[in-house]
């Protein structure tokens, strides 16, 4: 077995009851980036706080590496790469606390953006140059 057929198999490999793990990383997802930015807004204590953005961002590399289970050419696409940013940005915040509300805003805006986006776009693949749309 080659590299190329490792990352990108034809046809692409299922995970078993992957749109039910799906589902529930995305709704751990969307509840712990709601309180995360509620909170932060609403001035809740950073330590109560902490565990959100943990769940956030364990959320989110779940719902990533469901995706790469599949195959990694979902990397190439532009909804791909918009979760890349999204997961980038809440890894940042850590470290540059005071401005976690602005880029906890810019994390939803991407998700919504990201996660609405017509799918001829946000399945659009730079390595193949056209979009890939599949059909789950």
Same mark, same amino acid.
């Given at each position: 077995?080659d590299?190329?057929?490792?990352?990108?198999p034809?046809?692409?490999?299922?995970?078993p009851?992957g749109?039910?793990?799906?589902?529930?990383?995305?709704?751990?997802?969307?509840?712990?980036?709601?309180?995360?930015l509620?909170?932060?807004?609403?001035?809740?204590?950073?330590?109560? $706080?902490?565990?959100?953005?943990? %769940?956030?961002?364990?959320? +989110?590399?779940? *719902?990533? !590496?469901?995706?790469l289970?599949t &195959?990694f050419?979902w990397?190439?696409?532009?909804?791909?790469?918009?979760?890349?940013?999204?997961?980038?940005?809440?890894?940042v915040?850590?470290f540059?606390?005071?401005?976690?509300?602005? $880029?906890?805003?810019?994390?939803? %805006?991407?998700a919504?953006? +990201?996660?609405? *986006?017509? !799918?001829?776009?946000?399945?659009y &693949?730079?390595?193949?140059?056209r979009?890939?749309k599949?059909?789950?």
């Amino acid at each position: 077995m080659d590299l190329r057929s490792l990352l990108l198999p034809e046809p692409r490999r299922r995970f078993p009851h992957g749109r039910a793990w799906n589902v529930g990383a995305r709704t751990v997802h969307l509840a712990a980036t709601g309180i995360l930015l509620g909170g932060h807004v609403f001035g809740a204590p950073a330590d109560a $706080l902490i565990p959100w953005l943990w %769940a956030a961002i364990a959320s +989110g590399t779940a *719902m990533f !590496g469901l995706e790469l289970y599949t &195959s990694f050419d979902w990397l190439t696409q532009i909804g791909g790469l918009v979760v890349v940013v999204k997961v980038a940005v809440l890894c940042v915040i850590p470290f540059a606390w005071s401005a976690r509300v602005p $880029l906890l805003f810019v994390v939803v %805006a991407l998700a919504g953006v +990201g996660s609405h *986006m017509p !799918g001829k776009f946000r399945h659009y &693949s730079l390595l193949y140059r056209r979009s890939v749309k599949e059909t789950r």
